[in-house]
């Protein structure tokens, strides 16, 4: 007997009525919120109640409700069934009987066809403490709350099901048809149409983030050109996994609008965000960026690196974050949208700061101010001259950099030390990690060795077919202020 059955078992002998029904109440309220934690769960005032729920699950405005029901007389529990207002209620059985193929058919006819789920506490218990836990336990358990169908009820029958759906997405994963199509009908069988459709499209993801052709899949296959929204709600949400190629995949298409997609759903502080973003650094683009100086706040205890997004807030855009020792990075996928987030223009970096920063950096024009006037410096060598630049300010004391644009494998970038931002020009499609690494490595001063682990974080595999500088062409002087998208 399980530990479950054995709680619900000892509050169903409770001598006190009262007691009795609180006691069964609260063991399943609580083996359901452990279930699936994402579920807000209401226990109403009523018991085994003919038509009015025991309890409420709920997700927002989404509510799926409880009845509690004994399994002792199978018929009676089979008419229940099929007598439940079409509300696609959740019935948990007190106890786990022990079915024939007859009757276990038939519950699960019945559950089906009026979108029920019949679970009991050995399945519940089943599912929750897996021996082996794998990525796909806490989707598949979500997915049960919201919208599961039939009888579930042995806990070999628990473990069957979340065996064929972790099996499924690995399957998925390499291209595997046979296994593939397997999943797929058991989720078929065991949730209702909508929820079957959403799973279905997940599997579909995982499938085309292995690589394998969109002809070959074994399912409904819905034809678009990305993963969507919403497999990656489900699949950042719900699966625990660190596994870097995963993220890889199911992320080949993956933009900054659909990473606020996800912050809006309250997902952008979760590890599963982080292992996204990072994954796909080979494919995020970005064009602008504004970087602040953190040294100060970050002085004793200098954070970790962390992705996340800055929701609009009045008329300031959305913008993805990254949050580093010393330094806090916004960025965006055009210029316009980090506009707003810019206040009063400071004083640019002294000549000496500036050879400092950019000894790494592709130099290609250097904007000089003294006095209210601006110097214009150009060089296409492919790194920074120091000589050149000091010489050329030699007898400038007071003489600062207001801006340099920089070559890197996607593009040049302009950075505004005033502003501290960097700006992809004209015809430029910069990686987000490459416009991030410039800017803040040239607007923040950094020690070497916090350089070499941004520079390590923001590390991008060479790209076949980035624009190199010959594409470009001599970048005129006049051109320095031409960085609209």
Known sequence: MTTLQQHVLDALLDRDPRQSEHRVKEAVA?????????????????????????MMLSWGEVERPVFLRF????????????????????????STPNLSNVDENRLDEKSRSADV?????????????????????RMLRNSLAHAGRGALVATSDARALADTFTRGFTSAASGQVAETRETLST?????????????????????????????????????STDVGSLPLLYLVQLMDTEDKSFWRGVGRNLTIEQLFDLARADLAMTDNFQHLVNANLDVLRARACQVLDMRLLDADEPPEFRWGVDLPVSEIPPALML??????????????????RLKKAERGVSVHDYIERSQS???AAVNVSVGGKRIALSDDSGTTDSEFLETATTGLPSAVVDRATVSTPTGRITVDFPYGTGIGVTRSDTLLAHILQTTTTLVVPMEPDAKERLDAFLAVAPQEGTLDEDEFGQFPIGELDDDED
């Not at 789920?117 to 336990?137: C, H, I, K, S, W």
């Not at 209702?192 to 995982?206: E, F, K």
């Open 30 to 54: 609580g083996a359901l919120s452990t279930f699936d934690p994402s579920a807000t769960l209401k226990i109403t005032t009523y018991f085994n109640h003919t038509y009015a729920p025991d």
């Open 71 to 94: 399994t002792d007389n199978i018929p009676e529990l089979g008419q229940d069934i099929a007598m439940l207002d079409r509300l696609d209620p959740l019935v948990f059985g007190l």
């Open 117 to 137: 789920l019949l679970t009991t506490p050995a399945a519940v218990e089943e599912l929750t403490e897996r021996r082996v836990p794998a990525a796909t336990d």
């Open 187 to 223: 989720i078929e069988h065991y949730f209702a149409a909508g929820q079957a459709r959403r799973l279905n499209r997940v599997v579909q993801a995982v499938w085309e983030g292995g690589g394998s052709r969109l002809d070959q899949y074994p399912g409904d296959a819905e034809l």
């Open 323 to 340: 949050r580093g020792p010393g330094f806090h990075a916004f960025a965006t996928r055009n210029r316009k949208e980090i506009g707003p």
């Open 361 to 363: 950096a592709s130099v």
